[in-house]
């Protein structure tokens, strides 16, 4: 168990038992994973922003030095070009994987994304595509980060049909997501919570595994209150979850959606019909945020089997802060304020 400034993280166990093993954190469960991808794939290149020497969060280290310098390549600082490149080397037959290196930085290759990327398969009658495109890019707050290093994009990309959008909750989760995104044969975003790179340290198979897509996993399971969320915000409902069972003997089934676009409206469903209450948060703006799609859409599914309003601890509708920053994350005590004002409901 490690602490950090707003969530405890919690490590699982590997998820294949028969495998050699290695305790990694999660930046280096990214780099495993684009090793085991390189080894195995002879057109796959990796390319962006620094990441020849390792990048800023060294989820490349090493792989230049082991590839070389044509697999393994820095880009001029322009994320339009990393994506518009990517979408070429797809195209072409390759395995593109572009860093972005913030996704805070990820807009100015919105168009290329959107535009181009998402719509390529569609609008060539599916002649064509660039399903061999991943976009990595460090997501989420950092405890410091302020305006441009600690937003949440997601719900961006997940208004655009053609995507997929990808945000794993650990080590072991990382790995495997990251490789069935690579694996995909659509183009993938995958953010990385870039607070999780060094706090969170797990047991994670050597060799490579994939983690199905669109698959939300139901961690906990409960009779009173379903918790969603993704990324870092899941470390906090488990904790949430143990508070409420602690102090008001509430028992909440805690969801890791991980897959944004396409996301698992069945698993999320099939649970509020159980608990007739649902909680989602995240660490992007209540407006216009995921859990508002999620919301919505349990609304339409399980209303008449809700014992209460569904309830969003979002960030604020702000910019992102800075020495307030651990103000404006949903931490733990707003989660457990809403959990107890459904029960009462």
Not at 229 to 254: D, F, N, P, R
């Amino acid at each position: 168990m490690l602490y950090h400034f707003f969530f405890a993280f919690f490590p699982i166990l590997p998820l294949l038992k028969t495998c050699p093993t290695q305790k990694m954190n999660l930046f280096q469960s990214i780099t495993s994973a684009l090793d085991n991808t390189l080894a195995s794939d002879p057109t796959a290149v990796i390319f962006g922003e620094d990441v020849a020497f390792g990048g800023v969060f060294r989820c490349t280290v090493g792989l230049r030095d082991k590839y070389g310098k044509d697999r393994v390549f820095n880009t001029p600082l322009c994320e339009q070009g990393i994506v518009g490149f990517g979408i070429g080397v797809a195209v072409a037959g390759a395995t593109a994987i572009a860093e972005i290196q913030f996704a805070d930085y990820i807009f100015p290759a919105f168009d290329q994304i959107v535009n181009e990327a998402a719509k390529y398969r569609y609008r060539s009658g599916n002649m064509f595509d660039c399903g061999n495109l991943t976009i990595r890019a460090p997501w989420g707050c950092v405890g410091h980060g302020s305006l441009y290093h600690s937003q949440s994009p997601e719900a961006f990309f997940a208004h655009c049909p053609g995507l997929k959008v990808v945000i794993p909750r650990s080590p072991i989760q990382a790995k495997g997501l990251l490789l069935s995104c690579i694996a995909d044969k659509n183009p993938c975003i995958f953010f990385e919570p870039k607070i999780l790179y060094r706090a969170a340290v797990e047991q994670v198979p050597e060799d490579p595994y994939t983690i199905p897509l669109s698959q939300a996993e139901v961690l906990q399971e409960g009779s009173d209150v379903t918790l969603v969320a993704w990324g870092t915000q899941i470390h906090v409902l488990k904790e949430v979850a143990s508070m409420a069972q602690e102090k008001l003997g509430v028992s909440c089934e805690v969801i890791d959606l991980q897959t944004i676009l396409p996301w698992d409206i069945e698993t999320v469903c099939k649970s509020v019909v159980k608990t007739g209450r649902l909680l989602i948060s995240h660490e992007a703006p209540v407006t216009g945020g995921f859990a508002s799609e999620i919301s919505s859409t349990v609304q339409e599914e399980c209303f008449l089997n809700l014992e209460a309003p569904i309830s969003r601890v979002c960030g604020y509708d702000t910019p992102f802060p800075h020495i307030f920053e651990p103000f404006y994350i949903p931490d733990k005590w707003k989660c457990f304020e809403a959990i107890k004002k459904m029960i009462n409901y």
